[in-house]
């Protein structure tokens, strides 16, 4: 049984000279009781020795963590590796972890301090284009394997956690159709007012039509419902996966022999290629919708007129083109949230910090994609 703190015996120790020097160490070692000894240790009583044979706590009646470090601390001023007398596996397990702590602050790397300088400011735009230069040849890596495994599930079938596949359509897919549908309602509300302002200089104010029809069919709507989904179901993913990866579960399907790329990673990717495109569809209706509501009440537009025009001047190949996008979209929203997931460390500071990356590498892969889609289809001629 402990004593209370103040009647515990004082540590103190005792420092035998001679040709097999010893350091006795008597009472409690414990931090309530630290402040005394850990000043006369400070004061480095045997600073010229040489070494040190042994280290006595046959004598030690108590023992924590600051102890251990303050004793460690003291044998590594001295030097030597001394034989243990009188320890108990519990006095053996706290030097040693004391050792093990102190090993790890002397191999830290050292804190870079971040000049302000020119050349400080080429050194870290050098660091960071190094960085961006990996993560993409990362996610390249990520993305053949995740073709591989989708390639097994087709060749059988059995592999697949359709389950699993269709709980993540419900919840990334069916659950966002009302954020997504009222969103889009209100962005398309927008395309119209702005398109009303500026038209109505010029007498045009019927070009509202051809000017939402072209916009949200061609980027908007795709573009949109993307970003939308990355916000919300993209860190849902990246949380998941980490979480997962904290409480080692992912460790304990590889131990059963399971593979986390067909249960963790191919269930999202294909739900997000199928769930994307069908939220794209809502989203442009309901940014449509939002359009013709604008030129109905405010512009007195009917809405017969509104479809007819839209359907004579809008190219049902600017849906297509659309609609084109979804599916790759929602392919690099899935990946980077599971890459970024199965990256988490074992500490909440790596969850959080991989949630944010997640997050914002999907909104950048978002707008790389959409201007690539453009440059495309722009050299196409469509």
């Given at each position: 049984?402990?004593?209370?703190?103040?009647?515990?015996?004082?540590?103190?120790?005792?420092?035998?000279?001679?040709?097999?020097?010893?350091?006795?160490?008597?009472?409690?070692?414990?931090?309530?009781?630290?402040?005394?000894?850990?000043?006369?240790?400070?004061?480095?009583?045997?600073?010229?020795?040489?070494?040190?044979?042994?280290?006595?706590?046959?004598?030690?009646?108590?023992?924590?963590?600051?102890?251990?470090?303050?004793?460690?601390?003291?044998?590594?001023?001295?030097?030597?590796?001394?034989?243990?007398?009188?320890?108990?596996?519990?006095?053996?397990?706290?030097?040693?972890?004391?050792?093990?702590?102190?090993?790890?602050?002397?191999?830290?790397?050292?804190?870079?301090?971040?000049?302000?300088?020119?050349?400080?400011?080429?050194?870290?735009?050098?660091?960071?284009?190094?960085?961006?230069?990996?993560?993409?040849?990362?996610?390249?890596?990520?993305?053949?394997?995740?073709?591989?495994?989708?390639?097994?599930?087709?060749?059988?079938?059995?592999?697949?956690?359709?389950?699993?596949?269709?709980?993540?359509?419900?919840?990334?897919?069916?659950?966002?159709?009302?954020?997504?549908?009222?969103?889009?309602?209100?962005?398309?509300?927008?395309?119209?007012?702005?398109?009303?302002?500026?038209?109505?200089?010029?007498?045009?104010?019927?070009?509202?039509?051809?000017?939402?029809?072209?916009?949200?069919?061609?980027?908007?709507?795709?573009?949109?419902?993307?970003?939308?989904?990355?916000?919300?179901?993209?860190?849902?993913?990246?949380?998941?996966?980490?979480?997962?990866?904290?409480?080692?579960?992912?460790?304990?399907?590889?131990?059963?022999?399971?593979?986390?790329?067909h249960v963790i990673v191919a269930p999202r990717v294909l739900?997000?290629?199928?769930?994307?495109?069908?939220?794209?569809?809502?989203?442009?209706?309901?940014?449509?919708?939002?359009?013709?509501?604008?030129?109905?009440?405010?512009?007195?537009?009917?809405?017969?007129?509104?479809?007819?025009?839209?359907?004579?001047?809008?190219?049902?190949?600017?849906?297509?083109?659309?609609?084109?996008?979804?599916?790759?979209?929602?392919?690099?929203?899935?990946?980077?949230?599971?890459?970024?997931?199965?990256?988490?460390?074992?500490?909440?500071?790596?969850?959080?910090?991989?949630?944010?990356?997640?997050?914002?590498?999907?909104?950048?892969?978002?707008?790389?994609?959409?201007?690539?889609?453009?440059?495309?289809?722009?050299?196409?001629?469509?």
């Amino acid at each position: 049984m402990s004593k209370p703190s103040d009647l515990l015996t004082a540590p103190t120790f005792d420092y035998v000279d001679g040709a097999a020097p010893r350091l006795v160490l008597r009472g409690n070692w414990v931090i309530t009781a630290l402040a005394d000894v850990d000043r006369e240790l400070r004061g480095n009583p045997f600073s010229a020795a040489t070494g040190l044979a042994e280290l006595d706590v046959s004598e030690v009646e108590g023992l924590d963590t600051a102890g251990a470090y303050l004793i460690d601390r003291t044998l590594r001023e001295i030097g030597g590796e001394p034989a243990l007398k009188g320890a108990t596996s519990e006095v053996q397990s706290l030097l040693l972890q004391a050792r093990s702590l102190a090993t790890q602050e002397e191999n830290a790397p050292p804190v870079i301090e971040e000049g302000h300088g020119f050349v400080d400011l080429l050194e870290r735009t050098g660091r960071n284009a190094e960085h961006m230069w990996q993560e993409a040849l990362e996610s390249l890596s990520f993305l053949g394997a995740t073709l591989v495994a989708l390639s097994t599930i087709v060749w059988r079938p059995a592999k697949m956690r359709w389950t699993a596949l269709v709980s993540v359509m419900e919840e990334a897919g069916l659950d966002a159709v009302p954020i997504i549908a009222f969103l889009s309602f209100f962005v398309g509300m927008v395309v119209a007012f702005i398109g009303a302002t500026t038209l109505a200089q010029f007498g045009a104010t019927i070009f509202v039509v051809e000017l939402v029809g072209f916009g949200v069919l061609r980027e908007l709507g795709g573009v949109l419902v993307a970003i939308i989904i990355a916000g919300r179901t993209n860190s849902a993913f990246t949380a998941q996966i980490g979480a997962m990866k904290m409480r080692q579960e992912i460790d304990a399907m590889q131990t059963l022999g399971l593979d986390p790329m067909h249960v963790i990673v191919a269930p999202r990717v294909l739900a997000m290629m199928v769930m994307v495109p069908v939220l794209t569809f809502i989203g442009m209706l309901t940014a449509i919708a939002g359009g013709m509501s604008v030129g109905w009440l405010i512009l007195d537009i009917n809405p017969t007129v509104f479809f007819n025009r839209l359907q004579e001047n809008v190219p049902i190949d600017q849906f297509w083109i659309g609609m084109s996008k979804a599916p790759v979209f929602g392919l690099a929203i899935a990946l980077i949230g599971c890459r970024q997931g199965l990256e988490v460390g074992g500490s909440v500071q790596s969850l959080g910090h991989h949630t944010t990356k997640s997050v914002v590498q999907a909104l950048f892969a978002i707008i790389v994609i959409d201007a690539c889609f453009a440059l495309f289809y722009q050299e196409m001629g469509i």
